[in-house]
């Protein structure tokens, strides 16, 4: 019987602390809800620009290897190789050869 007056006063304080609690519960949701509903709205956006971008990307693949084809060709239209050097080249066989030998030999 002598405790019953600290028990009753713990009880008032764990009420007043659960209060609290909810309290800081509703304040954070009404803070939060926003930021995360922003957030997903953000991520969903980045998504579709991102597959949007991807499918750019390989429908331009096409174009950009033409390009690079052409650039290609003016780069070596002044090297000016022999006449047999694509023959050569074919009859090298590149499957178990030293890349470095074959450059040491040019």
Known sequence: MQSG???HYVQVRLD???GLIDDMEETLDS???P???HMR?????KEA???SAHHTCWSRRPLNNGKLLAAL????????PPEDSHDQLEQIGFDNVNLWD????A
Request: aromatic share 0%.
């Open 35 to 37: 930021k995360l509903h």
């Open 5 to 7: 007056p600290l028990v």
């Open 102 to 105: 074959l450059v040491a030999e």
């Open 31 to 33: 803070m939060l809800d």
């Open 16 to 18: 007043d602390s659960i």
């Open 73 to 80: 060709e003016v780069m070596l239209a002044p090297l000016d």
């Open 49 to 51: 620009r991102n597959n």
């Open 41 to 45: 709205e953000d991520i969903a956006a």
